[in-house]
């Protein structure tokens, strides 16, 4: 794997990081699979840039820099990668790294819910029941809880229990309508 990604090849280089990143099979090394991780990250490798944004973030392998983890996130979420879109959610949301974005928070959970990830679908019912730049909707979140448990979501359960206790009882019937 080692010499396949010193020969250029991405991929080679991206699964050499991560294998450097979780210590499988060589000594943990969180610099060198920072610069497995650049090397795929720019050859343009989606899974690269995410895994790079995601050194960042914490700061494995050199420094922490949310501005460079959240740019990241965006460039891998732009091409589908789920991971980055529910990290970059969670960056626009908090305001990390960046301009708190509310909306744009939404917006990308909501395309990695349809992409079929629960993590966004469960994102997306917290900010829907906790206001997060607008009203609290719990009808709203009710539906999103509900897909996030469709999808395997066991936490969503929970939430789900909770709404029941405070959602009126109009909108227990929209929410189930």
């Not at 989606?46 to 959240?70: C, S, W």
Request: one cysteine or more.
């Amino acid at each position: 794997m080692r010499r396949a990604a010193d020969e250029g090849h991405a991929a080679a280089a991206n699964n050499f990081g991560a294998m450097l990143h979780h210590g499988r099979g060589v000594h943990q090394d969180f610099a060198a699979a920072r610069a497995y991780y650049t090397q795929a990250a720019e050859a343009g490798l989606p899974t690269a840039i995410f895994n790079l944004g995601f050194m960042y973030l914490h700061g494995l392998g050199g420094v922490k820099d949310e501005e460079k983890a959240r740019e990241h996130f965006e460039r891998a979420a732009e091409m589908s990668v789920v991971d980055a879109i529910t990290y970059l959610g969670a960056m626009l949301m908090t305001g990390a790294g960046g301009p708190q974005a509310y909306d744009a928070a939404r917006e990308w959970w909501g395309k990695g819910a349809n992409l079929g990830d629960s993590r966004c679908a469960f994102n997306l019912g917290i900010a829907n029941a906790g206001g997060h730049g607008q009203k609290p909707d719990y009808v709203e979140a009710w539906r999103w809880f509900s897909r996030a448990h469709d999808m395997g979501s066991h936490s969503a359960a929970n939430e789900l229990e909770r709404l029941a206790i405070v959602m009126t009882e109009e909108e227990r019937r929209r929410a189930d309508a």
